[in-house]
């Protein structure tokens, strides 16, 4: 069945830096636009970016633009997330996702804690 597997989040400090990982099975990766989500406490899950099949075309929240950077590998079936310059209001779980299979269930996210 379709999975979504992210890693790489952890604690960090404002101004740092993490890279997020998703490893995606179960679909032919290559061929859907992957994206990735965040949950902040007490708020609703919202796109941070995405990445067309082939890597062309890349989108981003406002809020994150110019500091974070979607990337894939579609060898290794990974998506991933650059994210720099991180502020405290980027605390979140973040969560990957190809926004077409509507279907397929939510990973477990990766915690995000940007403080000092």
């Known amino acids: 069945q379709v999975q979504f597997v992210e890693s790489g989040g952890g604690l960090v400090q404002p101004g740092g830096s993490l890279r997020l990982s998703c490893a995606a099975s179960?679909?032919?990766?290559?061929?859907?636009?992957m994206s990735w989500y965040r949950r902040a406490p007490g708020k609703e899950r919202e796109l941070v970016a995405d990445?067309?099949?082939?890597?062309?075309?890349?989108n981003y929240a406002d809020s994150v633009k110019g500091r974070f950077f979607i990337s894939r590998d579609n060898a290794k079936n990974t998506v991933y997330l650059q994210m720099n310059s991180l502020k405290p209001e980027d605390t979140a779980v973040y969560y990957c996702?190809?926004?077409?299979?509507?279907?397929?269930?939510w990973g477990q996210g990766t915690q995000v804690t940007v403080s000092s």
């Open positions: 996702r190809a926004p077409e299979l509507a279907f397929a269930s």
């Open positions: 179960g679909f032919t990766f290559s061929v859907f636009t």
């Open positions: 990445i067309s099949s082939i890597g062309g075309s890349t």
